[in-house]
Structure formats: structure tokens, C-alpha cells
């Protein structure tokens, strides 16, 4: 009999289930949407049962998709997105609508925050380098003064692992990669933060049990197992922030590791072995998958900046790409492949919704600069792509100041399925970039995990040698280095004499 994990990826708008054997390879996944709810302005939510409902129906979808008996799945693990909060009551009933990550509601509640405690405490016991209204700390207070009945009954305030392991094992549990950022979370002690606990009235045991990545909660339920149509000898376990998890699918788990991920957003960690807090406090430090390691882990525009291209810009492309069964990306990652190096001095800054970790600035503006009469639409794809990798540049010249010495780059996401984005982002960085086989690095991450979890492998680290296969490697070419060093310092300079204009601007 075959043994079998199933990866789950509990994304902002949309969950992915997919189906590993122990080998790795993929069986079938399954993708489920499903609407968030704005009732008003800054209010992001969602019902509970339909991430539930949506579980259920990416279960048949796999069943339609690929023949396997209930007993060949060994382990559940999962892939989650931060903050994204739930409020229980005693019996284990949600009290209202899950409140998503993206929900700003709580700016005043960030504010209150920020004055008892300050920015500067929040980073040194949690790791994040302020208050926001989207950490859930911000968001555990707005319900207390703005919704009091809600708060009256709460039974339990949990993130969106710790629901789905709750209704699959009837067991409270978290890990420290998602506590992280609650901001109610001492990455220092790896426990909850008292003090903020008794600002917020939380009590803690209305807060789940910790435990590390990768662990074995329990079985599935009889209940939950009858109604997934999965057998009561699954064994479900503790996964990872979203983020972590695809690091892990990448193959990136040692300090030096260094994984970006470009989506709508570009994402960066970086495993270290130490807690590492950046001094300039530009850097935020999260909690890691394996235990006592940590993770630099920051996000900028990314990928969104291309889209926003595409879908002004190249309407052609995309009549086109449905003619020719084709993507739209690709036909723009051509026409940037036909431009050199360095686009002929246009340099452009990516920062449509302003600019984040290491160079904050949230009126940071998007910028193309220097154009002339010989560039072509060509250039401006490009100069989308050389950005986007300075960003990554310089995001390890950050490290480097906070002595961590990245010695590699793998890619995931969408843009890593591009040979002329991957060796700009190798070219300007100077380091190797590496991609892998499966496109769903995530729910491979949480198979990892689930697998390392129930002994399936020795440690995480057996399991990435088993489990992933290198696709491509892109080495830098040393004929563009001084072209990107140019490149880079025309980048760094723009951004900095703009500064100023950016706080006038519209």
C-alpha cells in the first residue's frame, strides 16, 4: 500500500489541496476560491464554514482527479495564511465571521498599541517592527471595545491552522511560525506575551496550546474523518506560515538560504540560526519551521507591478496568448528578452503601493525614469523585471549589514517560470538561483512537514532531499556585472532623491 500526505494550503482567497506520494511527486491538486466578505470600509472577512465547505470540495475534486483508498493518506499538514483570526465560544462554535489578515479596521487600535507599548518594545518581543491594524493583537482589542458580546463569550481566539486543527481533531493548537506576527507572541521565550495578554483581558487559556512546525497533533476525528470520507488514521499535524512553508517546498532550510517568491506580492525569507534583529528595525524576524531557528521575512509589490503592465499596456498579448494557448507573461517575458541588459538607462521603481522592508515607505510611488526616443514597450518590460531584482538585491545588502550571508537564491511562484526573470534576478544579485520541479511549493512544504511529523523521514531535511527535485540552476553571467552594478546604483540613487517628492505626491 501506498503511503500518501496531503498538503493543504490555506491561501487569502482561495485553499489548494494537493496529494503527495513519499517520493514527492505530485498525484493531483485541487484549487477552491471563495469570496471575502467587505461589509464596510477596511473590513475584510470571511464565513468559517465556507473555508470548511471549501476543504470538503477540494477533497472530491482530488478524489475525481486521481484513484486512491482512504488508508494510503498517512498525514495532513498544512500551509497557512497570517493573522487571519477566529473568535470560538466555549462549545468550539464560531461567534462571528472570521476576520482576514488584509482587514485594517483596528488603525485605532494599532495607534493604542503603539502608545502603551511602543514600536520599539514590539520588535524586540515579537519581532515585528510596529503595530498594525492587521496583526491580530490590533484586531483581538477592536472586537473588545467594538463588539463586547463577541468578547463576553469568547472561548477561544485562534488563527486559521488552529481552526482547521481544531474541527479536524478537536484539540487547541498552534505553532510559533504563525504566532509570530499576533504581536501577543514573545519570539524570545517562544511563549505568549503576559503583558499584552493582560492589556488586551485575553486569559490563556482561550489561547491554544504551542507546539513547534512539523509535530503530530493527533487522529482525525471519527466525526471529522466520516465527513471528509478520509480515514480516522489520518494523522494530522502542525504546519507553517504560508511563506515558511514554501521555503521548505524550495528546498530552502539552512541558514544562507535565502528564497524569494514573486506573486502578486514579492516575498523573501531567510532562514537563520540565531534571532537576528536588524538594528536599523527594517527587517521583521519571525519564528521558523525547524526548532530554535528563526526567519527574516519580508514582502514588497512584486508580480502585482507586471499585471498592472499586462493589463493596461499589452491587451494584445493577451487576445493573443488565448490564440496561441499561450500565457501572457511569456509573451512579455520575450520582447524583455530582446532588450540588453541595464534596458539602455531606463530604470523604473516598482513601488505602486508604496515601498517595504528594507526601504519603507508607505507614499513610495511607482517610476520609470529615463526614457527616450529608442526605447520601445520592450524596455518597459524589462525595466519591470531589472526592478524587481534590485529589490531582491537589495534586500540582501540588508542582510549582509545584519551579518547574514545569503550564498544562494531558489524561486517560487509565478515568477520563478521565467528563464529570462531568473537569470536577471541571478545577473544582478550575482548568486546562483535555483527552481524546482513542483509548482506547489507550499503544499509540498506542509508534506514535508506532515511527513517528517509522523516518522516518515528522519528530519526536515531527509524529507527536502527526498521530496524535491532541482528543475533549472541560473548562474550569473559576468559579462552583465558591471552593467547591474551601474544598474543597481542608479536604483538605490533614484529612490533616495525621490524621497522627498514622494511625500507631495498625489
Known amino acids: 500500500m501506498r503511503e500518501l500526505i496531503i498538503g493543504l494550503d490555506l491561501g487569502t482567497t482561495a485553499l489548494k489541496i494537493a496529494l503527495f506520494e513519499k517520493s514527492g511527486k505530485i498525484l493531483a491538486v485541487s484549487t477552491q476560491e471563495y469570496p471575502l466578505l467587505t461589509p464596510k470600509t477596511d473590513h475584510v472577512e470571511v464565513e468559517p464554514k465556507t473555508y470548511w465547505q471549501s476543504f470538503k470540495n477540494g477533497l472530491d475534486e482530488l478524489r475525481q482527479k486521481t484513484q486512491f483508498d482512504a488508508e494510503e493518506i498517512k498525514a495532513l499538514g498544512f500551509s497557512a495564511q497570517g493573522e487571519t483570526l477566529f473568535f470560538l465560544d466555549e462549545n468550539g462554535e464560531p461567534l462571528r465571521n472570521a476576520i482576514v489578515w488584509m482587514d485594517n479596521r483596528a488603525q485605532d487600535e494599532a495607534q493604542e498599541l503603539k502608545k502603551k507599548f511602543g514600536d520599539e518594545t514590539c520588535f524586540k518581543v515579537t519581532g515585528q517592527v510596529s503595530f498594525e491594524p492587521c496583526w491580530p493583537a490590533s484586531k483581538v482589542l477592536w472586537i473588545k471595545k467594538n463588539e463586547p458580546e463577541v468578547f463576553a463569550k469568547i472561548g477561544k481566539v485562534l488563527l486559521i491552522e488552529d481552526y482547521f486543527i481544531y474541527k479536524m481533531t478537536g484539540k487547541y493548537v498552534a505553532e510559533g511560525s504563525l504566532l509570530t506576527s499576533t504581536t501577543y507572541w514573545d519570539i524570545n521565550t517562544k511563549d505568549y506575551w503576559q503583558e499584552m495578554l493582560d492589556f488586551l483581558g485575553i486569559a490563556r487559556k482561550q489561547l491554544p496550546e504551542i507546539k513547534e512546525s512539523g509535530e503530530v497533533v493527533g487522529a482525525l476525528q471519527d466525526a471529522a474523518a466520516k465527513e471528509l470520507g478520509l480515514s480516522p488514521n489520518v494523522v494530522i499535524c502542525t504546519g507553517a506560515l504560508d511563506q515558511a512553508a514554501g521555503a521548505i517546498g ?29 538594528p536599523n528595525r527594517n527587517m521583521p524576524l519571525h519564528y521558523f519551521i525547524q526548532k530554535d531557528m528563526y526567519m527574516v521575512h519580508t514582502f514588497t509589490t512584486g508580480g502585482m507591478t507586471l499585471k498592472w503592465f499586462r493589463d493596461v499596456f499589452s491587451q494584445s498579448e493577451k487576445v493573443l496568448a488565448e490564440l496561441l494557448n499561450t500565457d501572457a507573461y511569456d509573451l512579455l517575458g520575450q520582447e524583455a528578452a530582446s532588450i540588453p541588459p541595464g534596458c539602455e538607462g531606463l530604470t523604473m521603481l516598482p513601488h505602486l503601493t508604496g515601498s517595504f522592508a528594507p526601504d519603507v515607505n508607505s507614499k513610495a510611488k511607482g517610476v520609470f525614469y529615463g526614457f527616450t526616443l529608442k526605447h520601445t514597450r520592450a524596455h518597459f518590460v524589462r525595466a519591470i523585471f531589472e526592478a524587481i531584482g534590485y529589490i531582491i538585491r537589495r534586500n540582501i545588502d540588508a542582510l549582509a549589514d545584519m551579518n547574514i550571508d545569503v550564498t544562494e537564491l531558489r524561486s517560487l511562484g509565478g515568477g520563478s517560470k521565467s528563464k529570462v526573470w531568473n537569470q536577471i534576478k541571478a545577473d544582478i544579485t550575482g548568486k546562483t538561483l535555483i527552481t524546482v520541479d513542483c509548482k506547489e511549493s507550499a503544499c509540498l512544504g506542509a508534506a514535508i512537514l506532515a511527513g517528517k511529523a509522523i516518522g516518515m523521514y528522519s528530519d526536515i531535511e531527509i524529507a527536502c532531499q527526498q521530496m524535491i527535485r532541482e528543475k533549472e540552476r541560473f548562474e550569473p553571467n559576468p559579462e552583465n556585472r558591471a552593467i547591474y552594478e551601474r544598474g543597481y546604483s542608479n536604483y538605490k540613487k533614484l529612490f533616495k532623491d525621490l524621497e522627498s517628492m514622494f511625500e507631495t505626491a498625489y
Open 250 to 278: 524550495v528546498g530552502n532550510i539552512k541558514e544562507g538560504g535565502f528564497s524569494e517568491n514573486i506573486g502578486a506580492a514579492l516575498a523573501i525569507c531567510v532562514p537563520v540560526n540565531t534571532p537576528t534583529f536588524d
